[in-house]
């Protein structure tokens, strides 16, 4: 697939996904203790739903907001700069080479 906005190929499904360095939870404890935002901003608790694409060496290449839930267009900038910034994931790949894969980013904010 293309992605229009920023022009990079990408699949959906990789034979192996990519992965942040000691898993899942290792990623949901890097947005807890590193995602800084307003809390007073925030009526109730949402979940900020990404998708981004993780390119071929690990780095995030680009990132947008698949519907908003509720908050204000900074809270999801902020989380769009914030994936941008995430260390690097273990890239995906498909017959044992690296390629760029687009995967879901589920951020949880909290009042």
């Not at 699949?11 to 800084?36: C, D, M, R, T, W």
């Not at 900074?74 to 989380?79: L, S």
């Amino acid at each position: 697939m293309l992605d229009t906005a920023s022009g990079i190929k990408f699949v959906k499904h990789a034979e192996k996904s990519p992965g942040f360095k000691g898993g899942e939870e290792a990623l949901f404890k890097y947005i807890q203790k590193h995602f800084n935002y307003d809390h007073s901003e925030l009526k109730r608790m949402n979940i900020l739903p990404y998708l981004c694409i993780i390119g071929p060496d690990g780095s995030v290449l680009s990132a947008r907001i698949l519907f908003n839930p509720g908050v204000s267009d900074e809270m999801i900038a902020k989380g769009i700069r914030f994936i941008k910034k995430l260390p690097k994931f273990e890239p995906g790949t498909c017959g044992g080479q690296p390629i760029a894969v687009e995967i879901s980013m589920p951020i949880m904010v909290k009042p």
